[in-house]
């Protein structure tokens, strides 16, 4: 298992050099390019197996050349030696930062024995501050070229049309010293120069509502340029701004079907000249091999139209290179003719957008990796149905010889029908249909560009049918001897993601929760494409902010998502309303004209609040106060909008498309229906909201935010109570989720939280020890039930694989989270495909709780950002085992737990720079020991007391290994 090999890689008693300086992050990535960010914040990590390590002392260096910041001169900024434990977040302090600023910088600091330590070298660029520093204009392309190109597809509003190519030519006289390229477009760009690929980026630049903010891209291109001739090619597709997106019966759902690309080429030569060169009307345009390309529908590539060699120099010269490599017509329809040899056109300037131009801030899609399918076979004559044996979000890589002509069909579904054939229902009108026609000759390799699908079987068409292909493991069917003309078929899913760097690991004892957490892993990878969205195989695909928010503690624990989170939380302000309203759904679906489906799509309790849990929890895991600093206009005008509406206290007005406990069971899917459970969901969300205001505005100094939020908190309590507390201390409404919400979010009298849990208890016991809960109460089950005494039933509820249950799907060989718990059953088979996803992320939500309570690593109450940390795993029958390993903006934490024999063994560590409360699972009065050695006397340790079944510790940094009895 994947875990196990991490951690080991990792390992608890690895040999970490003593105080050791890594990991610089500036804006939390790695070396970015071309941020906008005029003071970013820089981050780094202190390794050391040294106890009690910590920094008091740090200098920070930026200079403008790598050369300088050798000799030690901060011409850009030297902080000087500053006395502080900061290692996360230092603003930038130094001189203004400008346009196209190079920033080399490295970090020195001091532990407290006075030891310093220099971290290797480490920058980020500045990206185009100014819109006068973009000399570029926007073009589009010529409409002739499709017009005259019998080809080629005019696109409307219902299907996709030809997209374009461009090039541009040009001289460079001397040797290049550097050069840098800025990129944009409406709808999306793939750019190549002198028949390279710029960057591997895919779907740039990524998703915004168009009419707010649009993104650049900056490319670090100076390998790509050489003196004398080159070429700079660009081929632009739909994306979001001009193809499907969500269920919509329209495309263009930002006004327009043209596309239009912005680049701007700036190169410094070795002899210090500067040359820029931007697109403008002297590119040309024409149209290529991609047929059409879509989202929603597919890819069609017909190899017969490839214009070799159209992004090299020599092209405009030697046209002859332009030739089709075989002329063998086989589709009439789709083939090449003439179009082929068609001169390019110049393309047409068009006008900017209105919108602002900002450098994207978050990490890029990108190909993270490949899989081999696990098998195939043939179900017809000439059509294969391979399996990857893991669902995912992506592409298929295809590999082909076979004679020009040959047209191979590849059509995406997440499961087979009990037939074997492809079950394509649930994607609802997503065609999910990549189509390549070959050109002939030699092995064609060949991926789609500006589509993806969610899958994990492929149904391979060949026509003309072939005959019987060999299935094998590599699934790479083989021509038979005796069919010589058949052609030689290997195809690999390609999985494509927002390529995040992973932060967590977990394993334990039980096979099937390894699997659950991994489904919840892949989840999250397959969903997490440019923003949160709820599935990737469906005609949705959308920023559903409800599912965003119940997955965000879990998707943190296991990927870095502060820079994801951060852009997306730009995009769900730019997607509020004047009145405060935000959106359900963000990036927003712009409506107005043909849009279709819930209006407004805004306001919903457990949805639209995202807009105060997003911040709230990225500054809580990171440490990040800068997110709640800018987001905070925007929250204050979210509540002071609820409050208008429901000056009473209770939020039963104004719900919006009301969702309420989204797929609980049994589930309601009414949208905009009123219950009293929806009542009650939405008051407690208010209350919540309130209560992390004024936690928030603590820590900004906002005293009287603070008060007033305190204040709306405490009338939205006491309504609550009122009308949904009875006197024998049940609820009103006796769902789970009801009681799950009242105890999480502090909305009873203390002496009533008690019979609160009892009561969730006996409805789960009711239900002979089953779950019930949607969206909203599922990710507060499992901790609360263990928060209020019963980590017994959180473990049952885990460990049962009957329906319904975490379980049950992974017992049926899912590889994903279920969008819900009977989307298969055995009973009824599939559940109606109208809303059956086998993949979003929600449901899988408990994996939080593998990494807080039963891995036992969480955050301190009181200090964001892991730099105190609680450790205290809950263990209980079911696992002997569970390990986890989770690295936080501090460094990496770990905790491993066995036990055998009446015999506990605890592994943990804790990061240099970070102090922890360590809660010892111990039997009363029993030795506890670390190393050998009784805790009460351990370097490093601070025995504070006892909870129950926990010997409490206070811990500085290290590697710490407890041994106690320990009774199952
Ligand atoms: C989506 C969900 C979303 C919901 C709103 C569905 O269509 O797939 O995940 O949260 O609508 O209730």
Known sequence: MKAKAEIEKAGIGKKVRAHHVTHLRCEYLETPLGIDETAPRLSWVIESNRRGTRQIAYRLLVASTPEKLAADKGDVWDSSRVESNQTTHVVYSGRPLRSRDGCHWRVEVWDETGKAARSKPSFWTMGLLKKSDWRARWIAANPAIIKRDKEAITPTLTSPGTPAYFRKEFKIAGAVKRATLYASARGLFELRINGRRVGEDIFAPEWTDYHERIHYRTYDVTGLISRGNNVIGAILGDGWWSGYVGWQETRARYGSLENSLLVQLEIELANGKRL?????????????????????????????????????????????????????????????????FLAWLSAREVKAPVAPLVAQRSEPVRITETIDPVSVKQIRPGVFIYDLGQNITGWMRLRVKAPAGTRIQLRHGERLKPDGTLYTENLRRAKATDVYICKGGSTEIWEPHFTFHGFQFVELTVLPPLGALASSRRVSPPSRRQDA?????????????????????????????????????????????????????????????????????????????????????????????????????????????????????????????????????????????????????????????????????????????????????????TFRTHS????????????????????????????????????????????????????????????????????????????????????????????????????????????????????????????????????????????????????????????????????????????????????????????????????????????????????????????????????????IRIPASTTARVFVPSEPGSRVTENGAPVEVVEGLRVIGREGKFLICEAGSGIYTFGTNWQD
């Not at 047929?291 to 929603?296: A, I, L």
Request: proline share 5%; hydrophobic share 40%; charged share 25%.
């Open 485 to 669: 003309g058949a052609p030689r078929i290997a195809i690999t899913g390609c999985v494509i993601r927002s390529a995040m760097s992973p932060a967590g690991c977990f394993e334990c004892s039980h096979p099937g929760v390894n699997r659950l957490w991994l489904n919840g892993l892949w989840s999250q990878r397959d969903n997490f494409l440019s923003v949160p969205t709820d599935c990737p195989q469906r005609d949705e695909r959308l920023g559903w902010m409800g599912d965003g928010q119940v997955f965000l503690r879990t998707a943190s624990y296991n990927v870095d998502v502060a820079a994801f989170f951060t852009k997306w939380m730009q995009d769900i302000e730019d997607a509020q309303t004047a009145d405060g309203i935000f959106p359900d759904t963000a990036p927003r679906l712009r409506e107005g004209k043909n849009f279709v489906g819930l209006d407004g799509l805004g306001g919903a309790a457990g949805w639209a609040d995202a807009g105060i849990i997003v911040p709230w929890t990225i500054w809580r895991v990171y440490g990040d106060k800068r997110i709640i600093e800018r987001h905070w206009q925007a929250m204050t005008k979210w509540l002071d909008w609820i409050e208008r509406h429901n000056p009473d206290g209770l939020r039963t007005r104004e719900l919006g498309n009301n969702y309420g406990d989204w797929l609980c069971i049994p589930s309601d899917t």
């Open 276 to 340: 820029t060169l931007g697109t403008n009307k002297s590119w040309t345009c024409n149209t290529g091999p991609i047929r059409s390309s879509d989202f929603m529908i597919g890819e069609i590539y017909v190899a017969q139209r490839e214009r070799t060699g159209w992004d090299m120099p020599d092209f405009g010269s030697s046209r002859r290179k332009e030739a089709p490599s075989n002329k063998i017509k086989i589709e009439q329809s789709l083939l090449t003719s003439a179009a082929t």
């Open 676 to 907: 009293p459970m929806k009542n009650l969901l939405a008051t407690a969300y208010w209350a919540d909201d309130a209560a992390k205001m004024a936690r928030m505005a603590r820590e900004l100094g906002l005293k009287a935010d603070e008060k007033r939020f305190q204040t709306m908190f405490d009338k939205v309590r006491v309504a609550f109570q009122k009308e949904f507390l009875r006197a024998d201390g049940r609820l009103t409404v006796e769902t789970q989720t009801a009681y799950l919400l009242a105890l999480a979010f502090n909305l009873l009298p203390e002496n009533a939280r008690a019979r609160a849990a009892e009561r969730l208890v006996e409805n789960i016991k009711s239900l002979d020890w089953h779950l019930s809960t949607g969206f909203i109460g599922v990710s507060l089950l499992n901790p609360q039930l263990t928060l209020a005494g019963y980590a017994d039933v959180a473990y049952r509820l885990l460990l049962r694989d009957d329906y319904p249950s975490w379980l049950y799907p992974v017992k049926h060989g899912a590889t994903t989270i279920w969008e819900r718990w009977n989307g298969w059953t055995e009973k009824e088979g599939f559940f109606n495909p109208q809303m059956n996803s086998f993949n979003h992320y929600s449901l899988g939500s408990v994996g939080e709780w593998l990494f807080r309570h039963v891995a036992g690593i969480e955050l301190d109450p009181d200090v964001p950002g892991f730099r105190r940390i609680v450790l205290r795993p809950f263990i209980r029958p079911g696992l002997s085992f569970a390990r986890a390993s989770y690295c936080t903006m501090q460094g990496e934490i770990l905790s491993d737990w066995k036990h055998a024999g009446g015999k506990l063994k605890w592994s």
